[in-house]
């Protein structure tokens, strides 16, 4: 079988400073999960398809980064072996971000959550070390033993504990084949090198801000009169008599989402601005852009396509807005499946046609079906990365606005095609670091993200 056409029921993601240190243990994990896995969904599938390593496979020409992306966006499930070196490889962060990027659009386009990043403790990695989102999925459970949880597989395999270094492979094999069986959607071709992976951590920042930034939200919501008058479930409780008293989330909190985000921002060290989406908002984008502001949208994906804000918020999406982002919470009652929920982010995608595309894209400025539990750290994030844009803000827009970045309006995102990601290296005079820059929380600046070479001359993977 072709490799172009292969879909490999896992991706093996490791550091290359692990396989150099002790080759015989990374290869005898290897072999033996693939071993495994061919026991479990039985003979007949050649090895090529049961698992992808790039030392393998790899053949002489071959453009490994876009093999590396190619095989990310078919195989049907990543083994990330985590160890102190994974989370400091530049290009392990690359491919974890990539495949966790891959398994979030199938959730948000299905509503079905597949584990297809199943993680492995090849050694023990502090917990302060590691970025919430790598947190937030499981990578030990009872049956894989206490020794496993402790030490991770690499001591197992040291101190010849065969019978729990066994039982881990057989548990890890299950859990691929399981995964592998509900069939995570592809990922169209996508330039790995501009991928900014949640690893390596950025460094702490060299001084702090000099002085504090706005940051403009404007709210599109429903109000209590008009839900009451629609009546059903959504009546009562969710909005107020302004759209900034709007509570999204279940049972409805207070302070509202409005105020919330408040709260996050001024947190932050920033200074906050509230009003209405309305007609000319991006007029008004425009000038608080020219005003070395950020603006963030919190859209109610209830009414964003009815009467009162479909005009605003197609304008602004029609328009080039780099440094704004929105947000598009789901609530907590909001439907998961079935017609009603087709049929409410239709009318989403149907006002942010040219931005949807950007739903999954790493850089972070357009986010929809946001949780209760995210909701912070993605507006944290937000607003970080349209801070840093500003900062970076060396586009010629010319007298009417014009599009700089040559793609009808729509920034061009070469990057990670979740649909799309975020831009390589800027072309022309480097960014100018400025004294405010931030760190975003869970994110590398990319100012790295330069493609290396892979071999001799490229050390961390």
Request: charged share 25%.
């Amino acid at each position: 079988m072709e490799q172009d056409q292969q879909r490999p029921y896992f991706f093996f993601s490791y550091a290359r400073r692990d396989f150099e240190a002790e080759d015989a243990f990374v290869n005898q994990f290897y072999n033996d999960l693939r071993d495994e896995l061919g026991r479990l969904v039985g003979t007949g599938v050649p090895a090529e398809e049961l698992a992808y390593r790039d030392t393998e496979q790899l053949r002489l020409g071959d453009e490994w980064a876009e093999k590396l992306a190619t095989m990310l966006g078919r195989s049907r499930t990543m083994i990330a072996l985590y160890s102190p070196a994974y989370f400091t490889s530049l290009y392990c962060g690359k491919e974890w971000t990539a495949f966790r990027g891959r398994c979030r659009r199938h959730h948000e386009d299905t509503g079905e959550l597949i584990p297809a990043l199943v993680p492995v403790l090849w050694e023990p990695v502090a917990p302060g070390e590691l970025a919430d989102e790598v947190t937030k999925i499981q990578w030990a459970q009872p049956d894989m033993g206490e020794a496993y949880a402790r030490h991770g597989l690499r001591a197992l395999l040291r101190t010849a504990q065969s019978e729990a270094y066994e039982q881990v492979v057989r548990v890890v094999a299950e859990r691929v084949r399981d995964a592998a069986a509900r069939r995570l959607g592809e990922l169209p071709e996508f330039d790995l090198g501009a991928v900014r992976g949640y690893f390596p951590p950025p460094p702490a920042p060299e001084t702090a801000l000099s002085s504090p930034g706005m940051v403009r939200l404007f709210i599109a919501a429903g109000r209590a009169s008009e839900a009451a008058a629609e009546g059903g479930s959504y009546a009562g409780g969710w909005y107020g008599a302004r759209p900034w008293h709007w509570a999204p989330y279940h049972p409805p909190t207070h302070p509202p989402l409005a105020a919330r985000a408040q709260q996050v921002i001024t947190a932050a060290g920033h200074i906050t601005t509230l009003e209405e989406v309305e007609t000319g908002l991006g007029g008004k984008l425009d000038q608080a852009r020219e005003d070395s502001q950020v603006s963030i949208l919190l859209v109610d994906p209830w009414v964003a396509g009815g009467e009162r804000y479909r005009a605003a918020l197609r304008e602004y999406d029609d328009q080039n807005h780099p440094v704004t982002g929105v947000m598009v919470p789901t609530g907590s009652t909001d439907p998961v499946d079935g017609p009603e929920r087709d049929a409410l982010w239709a009318g989403v995608r149907d006002v942010f046609r040219r931005n949807w595309l950007r739903r999954s894209d790493l850089e972070h400025l357009f986010r929809v079906k946001v949780s209760r539990e995210s909701f912070e750290n993605d507006l944290t994030i937000m607003v970080t990365v349209a801070q840093n844009k500003l900062m970076d803000d060396n586009l010629d827009w010319g007298d009417d606005g014009g599009d700089a970045f040559g793609f009808g309006g729509v920034p061009a995102m070469p990057g990670l095609a979740i649909p799309a990601g975020p831009p390589g290296p800027r072309q022309g005079p480097p960014a100018r670091p400025g004294p405010g820059r931030r760190d975003l929380p869970h994110q590398s600046r990319g100012k790295d993200d330069a493609v290396p070479l892979r071999g001799d001359e490229q050390d961390d993977h």
